[in-house]
Nanobody
Framework: QVQLVESGGGLVQAGGSLRLSCAAS????????IAWFRQAPGKEREFVAA?????????NYADSVKGRFTISRDNATNTMYLQMNSLKTEDASVYYC?????????????????WGQGTQVTVSS
C-alpha cells in the first residue's frame, strides 16, 4: 500500500512562491508515475503537472501553469515536489499529489490510484 503525505501549503501574496512536497512510501519510487492536481471549492479536480515514464521522463503541465510551476522528484528520498512561482489568485486551491503505474493519460485523475491528503494553497491579492 502506497502512502503519499503532502506538506508545504500556506498563504502567499500574488507574485510569490511556494514549494509543495509529497513523500511516498511503500513502493519503488523510481518507476512510479507522479502528478499534481488541484481542486477549488465547487469545481472538478484539475490537472496541474505530471512526470511519467510513458512521457520519456519529461514533464507535462497544464497550460495555466506552464512556465510558472515545476514538477520534480528526488528518487533517493522518495519525494516529489511542485515549485510554484509567480502565483496568481486563481492558483488558490487544495493541491493533491497523486501516483500510479503505467499511466496513459497523465491529466486524468481516474488513472491514479494513490492520493495525498491535500494541502491548501491560498493566494492573496
Amino acid at each position: 500500500q502506497v502512502q503519499l503525505v503532502e506538506s508545504g501549503g500556506g498563504l502567499v501574496q500574488a507574485g510569490g512562491s511556494l514549494r509543495l512536497s509529497c513523500a511516498a512510501s511503500g513502493r519503488n519510487f523510481i518507476t512510479y508515475d507522479i502528478a499534481w492536481f488541484r481542486q477549488a471549492p465547487g469545481k472538478e479536480r484539475e490537472f496541474v503537472a505530471a512526470h511519467t515514464w510513458r512521457s520519456g521522463g519529461s514533464a507535462n503541465y497544464a497550460d495555466s501553469v506552464k512556465g510558472r510551476f515545476t514538477i520534480s522528484r528526488d528518487n533517493a528520498t522518495n519525494t516529489m515536489y511542485l515549485q510554484m512561482n509567480s502565483l496568481k489568485t486563481e492558483d488558490a486551491s487544495v493541491y493533491y499529489c497523486a501516483g500510479g503505474v503505467f499511466i496513459t493519460r497523465p491529466d486524468r485523475p481516474a488513472d491514479y490510484n494513490n492520493w495525498g491528503q491535500g494541502t491548501q494553497v491560498t493566494v492573496s491579492s
